[in-house]
């Protein structure tokens, strides 16, 4: 199996960047469909974006089009989300996961593996 770890989070002013990596070992990421999902306090996890396992398909939920990006680079690895234009309703737990399955899930419920977690904060 594959264990995963992200990293990236922290405190940002609305309007800026912030860029989350999401590191595994264990098992190679390329076996994997990738997403990343957060969690806000009082909410249930919520499906941001997934790629395919060579990059070729993503999914983005509509809340983020346009102002996040989901990549990778499996020689190293890692997944990344590229997240711009921040805004406070972005403030959330966010988790990188990973489905064995070869489709592209973009419910949470599909997702074998799970990071720990990594805070985002937006001020306003």
């Known amino acids: 199996q594959v264990q995963l770890v992200e990293s990236g989070g922290g405190l940002v002013q609305t309007g800026g960047s912030l860029r989350l990596s999401c590191a595994a070992s264990?098992?190679?990421?390329?076996?994997?469909?990738m997403g990343w999902f957060r969690q806000a306090p009082g909410k249930e996890r919520e499906t941001v974006a997934s790629i395919s396992w060579n990059g070729g398909r993503t999914y983005y939920a509509d809340s983020v089009k346009g102002r996040f990006t989901i990549s990778r680079d499996n020689a190293k690895n890692t997944v990344y989300l590229q997240m711009n234009s921040l805004k406070p309703a972005d403030t959330a737990v966010y988790y990188c996961?990973?489905?064995?399955?070869?489709?592209?899930?973009?419910?949470?419920?599909?997702?074998?593996?799970w990071g720990q977690g990594t805070q985002v904060t937006v001020s306003s």
């Open positions: 996961a990973a489905d064995s399955a070869p489709a592209l899930h973009t419910s949470p419920d599909e997702y074998d593996y």
């Open positions: 264990g098992r190679a990421v390329k076996d994997y469909v």
